[in-house]
């Protein structure tokens, strides 16, 4: 276990990996930054609005290509994860949460048009000051 409610399987955890058979096994380095995440960021965020599903957190390099994630993507290096949103008025209540209440690199509500799919994408690092960058929300 990462903390108490998030273990490392479910930090890793990807559909694309399994079907296109990607290997994505995270460093000790990573490892120790997803723990950081999950006990600074997601552990709140739980105690807040309880079970939290995480759609993306660790990704190799192939497979944050494979998803079309960005080169310099914090997801890279276990600082980051994306958290389901089944719901757009309980997506702005944690976003609000996180914005107000928590220490985060990077937070921004994102969703995709095609399909309705939302997820919180948030960033926690030890390795500089967090930049607790927040992009406004779209609805």
Not at 46 to 59: A, H
Not at 69 to 74: K, L, Y
Not at 91 to 104: A, P, Q, T, V
Request: with cysteine; hydrophobic share 35%.
């Amino acid at each position: 276990m990462l903390s108490e409610h998030f273990s490392l399987e479910e930090m890793v955890r990807s559909g694309v990996a399994i079907r296109r058979k990607i290997e994505n096994n995270p460093s000790l380095a990573d490892i120790e930054r997803l723990r950081q995440l999950c006990v600074n960021v997601l552990e709140p965020v739980r105690r807040r609005f309880g079970v939290t599903r995480i759609s993306s957190g660790y990704r190799s390099a192939p497979l944050n290509d494979a998803v079309g994630g960005v080169a310099t993507s914090q997801h890279l290096t276990g600082e980051a994860a994306d958290i389901h949103i089944s719901d757009a008025e309980k997506g702005r209540k944690i976003y609000e949460y996180i914005r107000c209440n928590l220490d985060f690199d990077q937070l921004l509500f994102e969703h995709r048009m095609s399909n309705g799919c939302r997820w919180l994408h948030v960033s926690y690092t030890t390795r500089r000051p967090n930049r607790r960058q927040a992009r406004p929300m779209e609805c």
